[in-house]
T-cell receptor, first 114, second 115 residues
Framework: DAGVIQSPRHEVTEMGQEVTLRCKPI?????LFWYRQTMMRGLELLIY????????DSGMPEDRFSAKMPNASFSTLKIQPSEPRDSAVYFC????????????FGDGTRLSIL | AQKITQTQPGMFVQEKEAVTLDCTYD???????LFWYKQPSSGEMIFLIY??????QNATEGRYSLNFQKARKSANLVISASQLGDSAMYFC????????????FGQGTRLTINP
């Protein structure tokens, strides 16, 4: 079975540019999560969706960050404009609300803002 | 307030020895779940083991077991017969039922297995 698929794996861009991270959850999973991992703050939940609807976006750092889930098989996390402090590894994870317990993570996107 | 505390930033263990990674948690919920994830140097997050707050027996998955002490609010991960491939970061996480599917992670413990 295919796991959670994230793209790109690495992204290097200049400050001020728009960055779009993509995620395809595991088929049949109804929850999707976006996390950010940094040395200083560890793993932080940014936002999560249930059945494509955003449930909790309290972790989104500021208005420069936005996330969408237009359908059950695709989500994006967008940063506009990007800043050097946004440099981090961004993970997408998915889980099933019925019977499933664990969140399954993608391989992450390593984002560097110069 | 820190919900998940992992007090060991790093641990060094000889191959084939058992290792215990500490995790304490803080919650007022009666219903919650505890998780351990492994993050190797390649960066992916791998789910290892889960313990529900109402589970009477400690969870086990192969060489992994979770030493769950509810009164002490601890959920330590035990790895038996450690292998070189166990070298990684290990994260403890908690899901409170009132928080629905939200996971809160500890800061992690870096485990190094020496040959």
């Amino acid at each position: 079975d295919a796991g959670v698929i994230q793209s790109p794996r690495h992204e290097v861009t200049e400050m001020g540019q728009e960055v779009t991270l993509r995620c395809k959850p595991i088929s049949g999973h109804d929850y999707l999560f976006w996390y950010r991992q940094t040395m200083m703050r560890g793993l932080e939940l940014l936002i999560y969706f249930n059945n494509n609807v955003p449930i909790d976006d309290s972790g989104m750092p500021e208005d420069r960050f936005s996330a969408k889930m237009p359908n059950a098989s695709f989500s994006t996390l967008k940063i506009q404009p990007s800043e050097p402090r946004d440099s981090a590894v961004y993970f997408c994870a998915s889980s099933s609300g019925t019977g499933g317990i664990a969140q399954h993570f993608g391989d992450g996107t390593r984002l560097s803002i110069l | 307030a820190q919900k998940i505390t992992q007090t060991q930033p790093g641990m060094f263990v000889q191959e084939k020895e058992a290792v215990t990674l500490d995790c304490t948690y803080d919650t007022s919920d009666q219903s919650y779940g505890l998780f351990w994830y492994k993050q190797p140097s390649s960066g992916e997050m791998i789910f290892l083991i889960y313990q529900g707050s109402y589970d009477e027996q400690n969870a086990t998955e192969g060489r992994y077991s979770l030493n769950f002490q509810k009164a002490r609010k601890s959920a330590n991960l035990v790895i038996s017969a450690s292998q070189l491939g166990d070298s990684a970061m290990y994260f403890c996480a908690m899901r409170e039922w009132q928080g629905a599917q939200k996971l809160v992670f500890g800061q992690g413990t870096r485990l190094t297995i020496n040959p």
